[in-house]
């Protein structure tokens, strides 16, 4: 009797390659992840056109910060009268909004890591609507100082973490090398809000006859703006939570009404450009979804443990400090600059308070278009060393960071760009000092302000890029180190404006800002690729 054969294995492997007919369904072959069977998975699957209305509402949202700090400044001399207190009482209320400006993105960016974007957003909104329509009635009631002191921090908690989270949205939808396109626009529109705030709140309180309440509701409805927008359309972008945008969310964590389907990543083509491939079946990773986390299941977890003091502890690596200082200090000299505009407008040249506030428009024009030029650059930069590296560029699953020299990517031209802000802080500051027409210091407020938004756009996208794993809290570290920097710099400035004049004290300034920023550069594009290798335990090849 004939031994019995094995039984074929046909039945699990690639069909013939010269066979016609389909196999029956019992008989296809299981989906295996190997390169021969499944293609490179993107690094996101949201399309082209839901990027891109995620980068007009985080603009729209990132407005928060800057626009509740800059509209209040013209009303100082006002709510001193209404509230019957002294100017230095009303002057803590800054003092009170910087303290928690500070504290926001530390206190709620480590959550969004592990939690989600969308709930974390929503709440820290839902906390400054609350915040702006308490300011509106406090207004109108009682004219509590006490009140205004406590709401504005309240106002500063809601709104000062958006652009911590903002660059966590960005690190999870976009891949490294295309990261400058989208935080270019992103980054001018945030920059609108110096711009608009002090015309706004200056307007606001002419038309109104001192009637400083409206820009409070002002603020409350845009924040009430703002909550809808997130409520309704932001889909759940966190990777730990829908991995590359393949895991439908749930909860929470889903949009609003029927957002749950037509707004996701995956969704209907007709919404968002995207196809009906990959519905999948909701919580679950399919096998070709290579970039998805596996613990990814639409919901967030809160962080075990919980440690807000996460954004500190960055600060200590070598390559992390020197990011955040090249990064810092350039915020410090233009808040320098942005903090003696009243003097310098109103006491040497005698402008009026209208014509202060306008100038302002100088050096936010400069921001702005310093935003949307680099965001190009970047891009540019990285395909310029991937080539001289011998790399190919992936951007459709991205690519390996530990791998790539990031560090020389965003630092490309940078120290050109400080040795050109030596010059243009040393003119400002003897400008001003010989009281040379006013065209010459708000021209080089354009350029400073240009600069300084491209070097500062660059290293916070640095910082993102190397905590890949916790981009939100990267970006609260940087939120930190400027707010400090910043804050002990402009105690500093008339002391050392009265003993130095404003020509000497740019030029120490520029001075400081430029040869230390050059240092830092050097050093991270030197040994910090080694360094952030060593960190997560690699070897430089």
Not at 193 to 198: I, T
Not at 427 to 456: C, D, K, N, R
Not at 483 to 492: D, E, K, L, Q, T
Request: overall charge positive.
């Amino acid at each position: 009797m004939p031994s019995e054969k094995p039984p074929s294995s046909a039945l699990v492997s690639d069909p013939p390659l010269d066979s016609t007919q389909p196999l029956p369904f019992h008989c296809q072959p299981p989906i295996i992840a190997t390169t021969a069977t499944i293609p490179a998975s993107p690094y996101s699957h949201f399309s082209p056109a839901r990027k891109r209305y995620l980068t007009i509402l985080l603009g729209y949202l990132t407005l928060a910060s800057s626009l509740t700090a800059t509209i209040y400044l013209p009303l100082l001399p006002l709510l001193s009268d209404q509230y019957h207190v002294s100017l230095q009482q009303i002057n803590l209320t800054i003092t009170f909004y910087v303290i928690f400006q500070a504290l926001s993105p530390a206190i709620f960016a480590p959550i969004s890591d592990t939690f989600g974007r969308r709930p974390i957003l929503l709440l820290s909104f839902l906390i400054y609507l609350a915040a702006s329509l308490g300011l509106a009635l406090n207004d109108i009631a009682t004219k509590s100082y006490a009140g205004l002191l406590v709401l504005r921090g309240l106002q500063s908690l809601g709104g000062s973490a958006v652009m911590a989270l903002a660059y966590g949205v960005v690190a999870d939808v976009v891949p490294h090398s295309e990261r400058g396109s989208m935080l270019g626009p992103l980054l001018a529109a945030t920059n609108l809000g110096p711009c608009l705030g002090p015309v706004i709140g200056g307007g606001i309180a002419s038309s109104t006859r001192g009637g400083t309440g409206w820009c409070f509701w002002t603020l409350g409805i845009f924040a009430g703006v703002a909550v809808g927008l997130i409520g309704f359309t932001l889909p759940e972008t966190a990777r730990r939570v829908v991995g590359d945008g393949g895991v439908k969310a749930r909860g929470v964590w889903g949009t609003w009404g029927c957002g749950n389907y037509c707004l996701s990543a995956r969704g209907s083509k007709g919404v968002w450009g995207v196809g009906d491939e990959g519905k999948g079946v909701e919580g679950v990773v399919t096998a070709c979804e290579t970039n998805t986390p596996e613990k990814a299941t639409g919901k967030g977890s809160f962080p075990h443990p919980y440690n807000p003091l996460a954004p500190l502890r960055i600060v200590f690596h070598a390559d992390t400090f020197l990011t955040l200082w090249v990064a810092a200090t350039v915020y410090t000299v233009w808040y320098c600059i942005q903090t003696s505009i009243p003097i310098i407008f109103g006491e040497i040249y005698h402008w009026s308070e209208l014509e202060v506030g306008l100038s302002y428009l100088a050096g936010g024009t400069g921001v702005i278009a310093g935003g949307f030029v680099n965001g190009k650059l970047m891009d540019w930069n990285y395909r310029s060393i991937a080539k001289k590296a011998g790399r190919s560029v992936d951007r459709v699953s991205g690519d390996d960071i530990m791998a790539f020299p990031m560090e020389r990517a965003r630092s490309r031209g940078s120290i050109s760009l400080f040795a050109f802000s030596i010059c243009a802080l040393v003119g400002y500051g003897w400008a001003v000092h010989y009281q040379i027409h006013p065209s010459v210091p708000l021209v080089l407020q354009f350029l400073v302000g240009a600069e300084g938004t491209m070097i500062h756009q660059s290293f916070n996208a640095l910082l993102v890029d190397i905590f890949p794993e916790s981009p939100s809290t990267a970006a609260a570290a940087g939120n930190i180190t400027r707010c400090a920097m910043s804050a002990a710099v402009v105690a500093c400035i008339q002391p050392l404006v009265e003993t130095m004049g404003y020509g000497w004290f740019y030029t120490l300034v520029g001075l400081v800002s430029g040869c230390t920023g050059s240092l830092a550069i050097a050093c991270l594009r030197f040994w910090g690729w080694g360094w952030r290798r060593a960190r997560h335990g690699h070897r430089l090849e």
